[in-house]
């Protein structure tokens, strides 16, 4: 989770691609980052053409989507 949004993670030779997951429905948000450090984001774009999906963490901590 980044900024309140979800995203898939795909690891590359020098670094790991973060897509939006709602990409499917057509978001082009996603961001590049470090392999080595995962929190140094290289490059992003974050334009997201939905609201961020709504979390809430359980007291297991756990985290559920929030059907609104
Ligand atoms: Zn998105």
Redesign the pocket.
């Known amino acids: 989770m980044f900024k309140n ?1 979800t995203y898939w993670i795909r690891h590359t030779r020098s670094s790991i691609l973060w897509y ?4 499917k429905a057509g ?3 996603s961001l590049r980052s470090n392999r080595d450090k995962p929190t140094l984001v290289m490059s992003s774009s974050l334009e ?3 609201d961020p999906p709504r979390y809430h963490q359980t007291k297991e901590g756990m985290w559920v989507k929030v059907k609104i």
């Not at 939006?20 to 990409?23: A, G, I, T």
Request: glycine share 0%; net charge positive; proline share 0%.
């Open positions: 949004y939006c997951s709602s990409r978001c082009r948000a997201h053409n939905h």
